[in-house]
């Protein structure tokens, strides 16, 4: 079992920056393809990014290439993902999610394990 823990969300303007963390409690996080989903009102959930266990080859959806970035800190046990030059349709509750496939994935019935979600909002 691993419990994922989100932060870091919060109310920015439209152009600014964010970045949620999710920490891992009982397991190696490293253990796990890592994703980051999100859900808005009224719309079905929806992949954003989502990283290898080696950290490598991080893989995005196309609303958000280019603007975030997905990255591990093994240390700490902790993804996070950079959100910049963020967008009032970025409003949404962000999860974090872990996933035991052999590789990066964008299914959400994939993954295993969720964490409770952080909210990002982005007023214009």
């Known amino acids: 079992q691993v419990q994922l823990v989100e932060s870091g969300g919060g109310l920015v303007q439209a152009g600014g920056s964010l970045r949620p963390s999710c920490a891992a409690l009982g397991r190696t996080l490293s253990s796990f393809v890592t994703g980051w989903f999100r859900h808005a009102p009224g719309k079905v959930p929806e992949f954003v990014a989502a990283i290898k266990r080696s950290g490598a080859s991080p893989y995005y959806a196309d609303a958000v290439k280019g603007r975030f970035t997905i990255s591990r800190d093994n240390a700490k046990n902790t993804v996070y993902l950079q959100m910049n030059s963020l967008k009032p349709e970025d409003t949404a509750v962000y999860y974090c999610?872990?996933?035991?496939?052999?590789?990066?994935?964008?299914?959400?019935?994939?993954?295993?394990?969720w964490g409770r979600g952080t909210q990002v909002t982005v007023s214009s």
């Open positions: 999610a872990a996933s035991q496939v052999l590789t990066v994935t964008t299914t959400p019935r994939t993954y295993q394990y």
